[in-house]
C-alpha cells in the first residue's frame, strides 16, 4: 500500500511562497497522474496542480495559474508544490495525490477526487494579512 506524506505547509504573509514536498513509500506501476488537492473550510476539495508522471503534462486550476509549479523528483520519488503570490483565499489544508486516472485520447489526467486511489494526510497552509 502506498503511502503518501506530505511537509512544507505553514503560516505565510500575502504575497509569500511556500514550497510543499510530498514523499512516496512507493509508486504503483498503474500510476500517472500525480496532484495537489486543497480543501478550505466549509468548502469541497478540489484539485490545484497536477502532472503526469515522466512526462512533460501539466495542469493547472484557473484560481492560480501563473502562481504555482508542479513538479517531481522520480529518484527521490517526491512531488513538489511551489505556491507564490500567495492569498488570503489560498488557505486550506493541502494534499497530496496519486491516480492513473489518464486519458489517452484526451492527452490529459482526470482532476477529480475519484480519479485518485492514493491520498496523504494533508498539510496546512494559512495565508493571512
Known amino acids: 500500500q502506498a503511502q503518501l506524506v506530505e511537509s512544507g505547509g505553514g503560516s505565510v504573509q500575502v504575497g509569500g511562497s511556500l514550497r510543499l514536498s510530498c514523499i512516496t513509500s512507493?509508486?504503483?506501476?498503474?500510476?500517472?497522474?500525480m496532484a495537489w488537492f486543497r480543501q478550505a473550510p466549509g468548502k469541497e476539495r478540489e484539485a490545484v496542480a497536477i502532472?503526469?508522471?515522466?512526462?512533460?503534462?501539466?495542469w493547472y486550476t484557473d484560481s492560480m495559474k501563473g502562481r504555482l509549479s508542479i513538479s517531481e523528483d522520480l529518484t527521490k520519488r517526491t512531488v513538489y508544490l511551489q505556491m507564490n503570490s500567495l492569498k488570503l483565499e489560498d488557505t486550506a489544508m493541502y494534499y497530496c495525490?496519486?491516480?492513473?486516472?489518464?486519458?489517452?485520447?484526451?492527452?490529459?489526467?482526470?482532476?477529480?477526487?475519484?480519479?485518485?486511489?492514493?491520498w496523504g494526510q494533508g498539510t496546512q497552509v494559512t495565508v493571512s494579512s
Open positions: 512507493i509508486v504503483p506501476a498503474n500510476v500517472h497522474c
Open positions: 502532472l503526469r508522471s515522466g512526462a512533460a503534462y501539466t
Open positions: 495525490a496519486m491516480g492513473n486516472a489518464w486519458d489517452p485520447w484526451g492527452g490529459r489526467c482526470g482532476v477529480r477526487e475519484s480519479d485518485f486511489a492514493y
